[in-house]
Structure formats: structure tokens, C-alpha cells
């Protein structure tokens, strides 16, 4: 019952923050596009660490990780005045690389399969 629970604490918390990123944040270095892939509340709903995918440049990147980063308090706030939980989670933004480890291997198949055509 309780595994039922927390995924969806775990949603609800990644609409919201997802949607305070998207809408509510207003930092300029806050340049690249920013997906949250997924979030992981602790048992104990004393911290929740935030998986961001960050799509641009290098430099937007790590400016976007860190205003994230920056801003965490200001995201907590906002997350206690909409999701309804005894404790709000301490904020912990993570950068999650997935994304592009996948396109990397992806890339790497297609090259294979272009070797492979060119061998026959």
C-alpha cells in the first residue's frame, strides 16, 4: 500500500515542480530547455531529489543547473503551498544524463548498421 503512495507523491511533486521550472522561475540564466525526468521522495518525505534533463550548450547547461540549484528554496516553497503533505521535501536537483547516454549508444548502433551496409 505504501509503495502505491509514494509513487504518487512522487508524481504529484514532479507535475509541480515541473510546472513551477516551467512557468514560475525567473532567473535569466535559466536559458535551456529543462525536462524533469523524475523524482525519488525519501520514506520520510524529508527530501526529494529532482532529476533534471538539460537540452543546450555546455555553458547553458551548467547556467541552468546552477540557477536550478539557486532557486531549490524558492521551489520548495511553492511545492508546500500545492501539494499537500505533512513535511515539504527538501529540494535536491540532480542533472540526469539519460537522455543523451541514449543518444550517444543510438548513434553508435546506426553507425554500426552504416559499416555493416557498406561491408555487404
Known amino acids: 500500500m505504501a509503495k502505491y503512495r509514494s ?4 508524481e504529484e511533486i514532479k507535475k509541480e515542480i515541473s510546472d513551477i521550472i516551467h512557468n ?5 540564466r535559466l536559458t535551456a530547455m529543462v525536462s524533469v525526468t ?3 521522495v525519501t520514506k520520510d518525505l524529508r527530501y526529494a531529489k529532482v532529476f ?3 537540452f543546450g550548450k555546455e555553458e547553458e547547461k551548467n ?3 546552477s540557477a536550478l ?6 521551489i520548495r516553497r511553492e511545492v508546500g503551498h500545492r ?6 521535501p527538501e529540494i535536491l536537483i540532480e542533472l540526469d544524463n539519460a537522455i543523451e547516454h541514449g543518444m550517444h549508444i543510438n548513434s553508435l548502433i546506426e553507425s554500426l548498421k552504416e559499416n ?3 561491408d555487404k
Open 24 to 28: 514560475e522561475i525567473r532567473d535569466p
Open 38 to 40: 523524475r523524482v525519488d
Open 63 to 65: 547556467a541552468s543547473l
Open 116 to 118: 555493416v551496409k557498406h
Open 69 to 74: 540549484k539557486s532557486s531549490s528554496g524558492f
Open 83 to 88: 501539494v499537500n503533505l505533512r513535511y515539504t
Open 7 to 10: 509513487g504518487r507523491i512522487n
Open 52 to 54: 533534471v534533463s538539460i
